[in-house]
């Protein structure tokens, strides 16, 4: 008979993987910037500006070197986006000023504690029993999820737009690591709310939350009534309806009305802009164009004057669209997501969150450009990743690992693609 190792063997072998996933992970995003050119850089940080504006008890920015992203009110220039990750570097900030802030260096933390916090996701459910993939499987997983997806290219170079996308899944994650553990309901909807404030389309995420906690009370009670699900309603809606509210707050302290959010007035893309001024932050006129992005979007053939010396002109060279290309084409391991699952809480909250933010993002009036792969993807990453491990199984398919490698090596190459254009073409547009 072998005799099974301890619990506390176990939750150290966990302990040391999580570590070892945070520091490799950080480390090789922060190289591949580094190879790239993409660090160290200060073009379109915005977040260590409006630190320091911050800890000097302002709003505004003084004199921005750049302009993109940036919403101009009586000659005040504010940052439009939601100012989690400002808020967050507001002590760097006040020790070092902006000038001693690193945007990049905290977007690769980011990401290698999102590694780490997959890991351990993956890892409660396994001892849950809501999957059976191995441990090794899990750390597969856990990699992929950094350099099989848009993390490692929005790492190469560290825009101020691309941290918020990381801060997201990491609230995301810290939310779903919360519920597995049967931390009370209350916190895991915290994080949920502090993710309002990187990226709004975290707001669907609460859905994976709920069906985690109902799975948990049905396993543990045999049944799940009213009762039940009030009693998780009105604890997850308490931070929910603060952050909603810090962000009317936020709103009008910056432009003197609750509900002007800044994108309607915000230096940016001309057609994005032109579009909102006619439909609309939100239109079912934008989801033909944005569903194509997401899910169809290809790479571009090179015009025939811009073939490399010595290329056939008969025979196509294929390039990425910095617009941005399917997810499925540039993570490909999304596509064994068709497979049956069994009806259980989290399955069904898991894709009740896919399909919401897929929803919210299709109507949406930008598509994520400039990006290679469809960077948006990450809104939704935490419960396709919690549903990939669920078709892995017992041992991890080959297809599937195919899947996975594939989405590595196309999206690492990506990086430096979208590392080239940011800091040639795109940059102008940041003086």
């Not at 950094?146 to 929005?154: E, I, K, R, S």
Request: hydrophobic letters at 55%.
């Amino acid at each position: 008979m072998v005799a099974m190792p301890p619990e506390n063997s176990d939750s150290k072998k966990t302990a040391v993987l999580f570590a070892l996933l945070v520091l490799i992970s950080a480390s090789v995003v922060w190289g591949i910037s580094v190879m790239a050119g993409g660090w160290p850089n200060r073009l379109g940080t915005e977040w260590d500006l409006l630190a320091e504006a911050f800890s000097q008890g302002r709003m505004h920015l003084i004199d921005p070197p750049y302009k993109v992203h940036m919403v101009k009110v009586d000659g005040r220039s504010y940052v439009a986006m939601p100012p989690l990750a400002g808020i967050l570097l507001t002590p760097w900030a006040a020790l070092n000023g902006a000038q001693g802030v690193d945007v990049g260096l905290f977007t690769y933390g980011l990401i290698g504690l999102n590694c780490g916090l997959l890991f351990l996701v993956l890892d409660a459910m396994k001892r849950r029993g809501w999957i059976e993939a191995s441990t090794g499987a899990l750390v597969a997983l856990a990699l992929a999820s950094v350099f099989g997806t848009a993390q490692v290219t929005l790492a190469a170079v560290a825009l101020g737009i691309f941290t918020s996308q990381v801060l997201l899944v990491t609230c995301v994650l810290l939310a779903t690591l919360a519920a597995l553990r049967g931390w009370p309901l209350w916190l895991a909807a915290t994080f949920i709310g502090l993710s309002l404030q990187a990226r709004p389309s975290g707001f669907f995420s609460i859905l994976l939350v709920l069906g985690i906690y109902a799975q948990s009370r049905l396993e543990r009670n045999g049944k799940l009534g009213w009762v039940d699900v009030w009693q998780m309603v009105l604890p997850a809606g308490v931070p929910l309806a603060a952050s909603v509210g810090f962000s009317l707050w936020y709103n009008y302290a910056r432009f003197g009305n609750l509900w002007d959010f800044g994108y309607a007035s915000l230096k940016g893309s001309k057609a994005i802009l032109a579009r909102v001024r006619t439909y609309g932050l939100f239109s079912v006129k934008y989801v033909g164009q944005n569903l194509w992005r997401y899910l169809l979007a290809g790479p571009l053939r090179m015009a025939t004057n811009e073939l490399p010396a010595g290329w056939p002109s008969r025979l196509p060279l294929l390039v990425a669209d910095i617009e941005g290309m399917s997810m499925m084409l540039t993570t490909p391991a999304l596509l064994f997501l068709a497979r049956r699952y069994p009806i259980k809480g989290w399955v069904l909250g898991a894709w009740a969150s896919i399909l919401g933010c897929l929803v919210f993002l299709s109507l949406y009036s930008a598509y994520g450009a400039p990006q290679f792969g469809a960077r948006y993807f990450l809104d939704l990453l935490v419960p396709a990743m919690m549903l990939l491990a669920f078709a892995t199984g017992k041992r991890m398919p080959w297809w599937l690992g195919a899947a996975l490698l594939a989405g590595v090596v196309i999206n690492v190459l990506g990086s430096f693609q979208l590392a080239r254009y940011i800091l040639g073409v795109f940059a102008t547009t940041f003086r």
